[in-house]
């Protein structure tokens, strides 16, 4: 079940303009999984209160243990994320209801595999994953197929770059690009390679991303689909 928090930022990380990592640490942590994502909010409240005005932001990490901190990408697109990254700074406090959300993993044997399908920041929830399943020497099952439209939007490439070569593929559809794909993620990519069993196909994004990939995966007759979506 959900729980409030107050929150203390602990570390900001500017990634590129508009786009911040936070650091955060809740005074009342509790597990999470990763994959799962939080709703924000600048003011402190607690349980019994009204809930103000917030967002929700996917996890870009996962619970080592339950005093575990939390990692979040804000990205300014007007409205309250633009007023998030203006008003944060380390040390500010705020307030988060969490965890949520069914985006998780499954339990994994050894011909499982995850095929993530996402588009820029739509990455976070995966970032999780991927921190996760290296530290169950596990992330062979993972297949990444990321779509950024120039290179400079790819974020996190260290952590991304722990994927097995022949399981990431990275499209890039605003610039030619050496070591991409340079367009958008299409069925071609997708068919035939993933067998339908044994695949779990992990979609995050924009609105318009998730309705498009999930309608290509529908095509190709895959049928076990989770989708990224704050609901």
Not at 33 to 40: D, K, T
Not at 50 to 65: G, N, T, V
Not at 88 to 101: A, D, H, M
């Amino acid at each position: 079940m959900p729980i409030v928090s107050q929150c203390t930022v602990i570390h900001i990380q500017d990634l590129k303009e508009g786009l911040k990592k936070y650091t955060l640490r809740p005074e009342r942590p509790t597990f999470y999984e990763a994959g799962q994502y939080l709703q924000l909010t600048l003011e402190k409240v607690s349980a019994s209160d009204y809930w103000p005005i917030s967002r929700p932001f996917s996890i870009a990490s996962y619970s080592k243990d339950k005093k575990s901190d939390l990692e979040i990408i804000v990205k300014s697109k007007g409205g309250y994320s633009s007023l998030i990254n203006t008003e944060l700074r380390v040390g500010s406090e705020l307030t988060i209801k969490y965890p949520y959300g069914d985006f998780i993993l499954p339990e994994l044997d050894e011909h499982t595999k995850i095929v993530a399908l996402c588009s820029g920041v739509g990455i976070t929830p995966l970032l999780a994953i991927i921190d996760y399943l290296s530290s169950i020497d596990a992330l062979a099952h993972l297949h990444l197929h990321y779509s950024v439209k120039t290179m400079s939007d790819l974020l996190e490439a260290k952590r991304i770059n722990l994927i097995d070569k022949d399981h990431l593929h990275l499209y890039v559809t605003r610039e030619v690009s050496e070591g991409s794909i340079n367009r958008r993620i299409e069925s071609v990519d997708l068919e035939e390679r993933y067998d339908n069993k044994e695949s779990y196909f992990y979609i995050s994004g924009s609105n318009e991303f998730i309705a498009d990939m999930k309608t290509m995966v529908e095509s190709l007759g895959y049928d076990k689909i989770i989708v990224d979506s704050w609901s």
